[in-house]
């Protein structure tokens, strides 16, 4: 399943700018990867895995402004589509997951 981290946070003045960067290089931290601006995604491997993260956004949400948590199931993120101007782009692919026997 998939993560997707939506946020808008006020950037206007310094101390803004330092936290809502702050918020960005925590996500990164976390295994986050930015998918356009202030969309940030991650790949998780069970509901308890992506609960864990959820719980460490809820631990370095800003002071204010919006931050929203949306999960997808792989079938339904695969179902996404990606414009670039006029051309269709391919969707991220899950990350390659080590099997132990």
């Not at 995604?41 to 460490?56: G, K």
Request: aromatic residues 10%.
């Amino acid at each position: 399943m998939w993560l997707i981290a939506m946020f808008d946070l006020p950037v206007k003045t310094k101390k803004e700018r330092k936290v809502a960067n702050n918020f960005r290089k925590d996500l990164i931290k976390d295994g986050f990867t930015m998918m356009q601006l202030s969309v940030y995604m991650r790949f998780c491997t069970s509901e308890e895995n992506a609960q864990t993260h959820r719980r460490r956004i809820k631990k370095m949400l800003p002071e204010s402004g919006s931050v929203r948590v949306l999960t997808l199931t792989d079938r339904q993120f695969e179902k996404m589509e990606n414009y670039i101007g006029t051309i269709s782009s391919e969707n991220e692919k899950k990350p390659r997951q080590l099997a132990f026997f």
